[in-house]
């Protein structure tokens, strides 16, 4: 269902939404949903929710309600772009566990430590250096591809060398979706049980991927438009409602390595969908044997690219307020959701500047 998701909300927000350049797929702030409806109700009505969850997000961008992405305060965005770096690197310190005979996972040590840590610098490398000498290839695509040939020619020299794979994971092959509407009863009773998910998984992708269309405007120095946004990724969970995806929303990390490839249209983004599909159908058995080292590799990349060192420097340099924020926002982030840290970041942003300005209030009276 991840791999469905990821191709059609790829496609779909690409080809009619209102940033170029942005890719989406399914996410982690919305999966974390998603599992407890389906563990207490099943796929189907995970489905029928993606179905309204979709229906909601359009109505916001036909409302024109995304332009108030704005009004979040900068210390919130800086709050949320540095917690989502932190969220994923931590994210990539799971690859470096091992389960051992007794069952429990083991911290990788001795020589497959030594092969990861020399092909996640060697991949860190390539993608640093080589858009200094030419851009006309992804950096990131030149080191998976010089990194899993390496690897391969290893292993074929000595066989002890072996370094997890993305196959060692888990398989991707699979076939096309084919369309379904969801085995879900149509009675008040279940609407109200998918009414609230489909509520928050709207409020949840709407605000990561308007944040995220935020943070391409600033790269890019351009504007986007988040009604269009909003339309596109309803439309992109609607398709995924149909087709047994499990829904989505813009994906900070993939956006990031497209926009910093020098992906900003919407070929880049129609282009990642059709390829994972391609991969999926024809060649997922060339994409298991890219190590996960160099994947881990690309994504330290992304956190060096996401994380806002500039930030450092402001402190003591900016109100005291400002900077608890952001670091509210970030903690929380990490800590549990994306949209709990938005929402708390920006209910203190007002009782802050509520207070501040109560302190300056005052009354006179003529006699």
Same mark, same amino acid.
């Given at each position: 269902m991840g791999l469905y998701a990821a191709f059609l909300m790829a496609f779909i927000t690409a080809a009619i939404g209102g940033r170029p350049g942005m890719i989406s797929g399914a996410t982690g702030a919305t999966a974390v949903v998603m599992v407890a409806l389906v563990a207490s109700h099943g796929v189907q009505y995970l489905l029928?929710?993606?179905?309204? /969850?979709?229906? *909601?997000?359009?109505?916001?961008?036909a409302l024109k309600l995304g332009k108030y992405i704005r009004i979040v305060p900068y210390p919130?965005?800086?709050?949320? +772009?540095?917690?989502?770096? *932190?969220?994923?690197?931590? !994210?990539?310190? #799971?690859?470096?566990?091992?389960? &051992?005979?007794d069952g429990a996972l083991h911290w990788v040590v001795g020589t497959p430590l030594m092969v990861m840590l020399g092909l996640i610098i060697l991949t860190m490398a390539i993608a640093h250096f080589l858009p200094k000498l030419t851009r006309a290839v992804p950096s990131a695509l030149v080191a998976i591809v010089v990194t899993s040939l390496l690897a391969i020619g290893l292993v074929a020299l000595f066989p002890d060398l072996h370094t997890k794979t993305v196959g060692d994971i888990s398989s991707i @092959?699979?076939?096309?979706?084919?369309?379904?509407?969801? #085995?879900?009863?149509?009675?008040?009773? !279940?609407?109200?049980?998918?009414?609230?998910?489909? +509520?928050?998984?709207?409020? +949840?992708?709407l605000i990561e991927s308007l944040l995220s269309l935020q943070l391409v405007d600033d790269v890019t120095e351009t504007r986007g438009q988040p009604? =269009?946004?909003?339309?596109?990724?309803?439309?992109?969970n609607i398709a995924c409602g149909f087709l047994g995806g /499990? &829904? &989505?929303?813009? /994906?900070?990390?993939?956006? *990031?390595?497209?926009?910093?490839?020098?992906? =900003?249209? =919407?070929?880049?983004? /129609? @282009?990642?969908?059709?390829?994972?599909?391609?991969?999926?159908?024809?060649?997922?058995?060339?994409?298991?044997?890219?190590?996960?080292?160099?994947?881990i590799g690309i994504m330290f990349m992304v956190v060096i690219g996401t994380f806002e060192w500039g930030s450092l420097r402001l402190f003591g340099k900016v109100p005291r307020q400002d900077i608890f924020v952001g670091l509210l926002v970030a903690g929380v982030t990490v800590l549990t959701d994306l949209a709990v840290a938005v929402i708390s970041g920006v209910i203190v942003s007002a009782l802050v500047f509520a207070w501040n300005h109560a302190r300056e209030l005052r009354v006179t009276r003529a006699v």
């Open positions: 029928a929710a993606l179905l309204l /969850m979709g229906v *909601i997000q359009i109505l916001v961008g919130v965005f800086l709050g949320f +772009v540095n917690g989502l770096a *932190i969220v994923i690197f931590l !994210a990539q310190l #799971d690859h470096f566990k091992v389960k &051992g005979a @092959a699979g076939g096309l979706p084919s369309f379904h509407i969801p #085995d879900f009863p149509l009675t008040w009773a !279940a609407f109200m049980i998918v009414l609230p998910y489909s +509520v928050v998984l709207a409020g +949840v992708g009604n =269009r946004e909003c339309v596109a990724q309803g439309a992109g /499990m &829904g &989505g929303c813009a /994906m900070v990390g993939q956006t *990031i390595i497209n926009v910093e490839s020098g992906g =900003r249209g =919407r070929l880049s983004g /129609m @282009a990642a969908g059709g390829f994972l599909l391609l991969f999926i159908l024809f060649l997922a058995p060339w994409i298991e044997l890219i190590p996960l080292a160099t994947l």
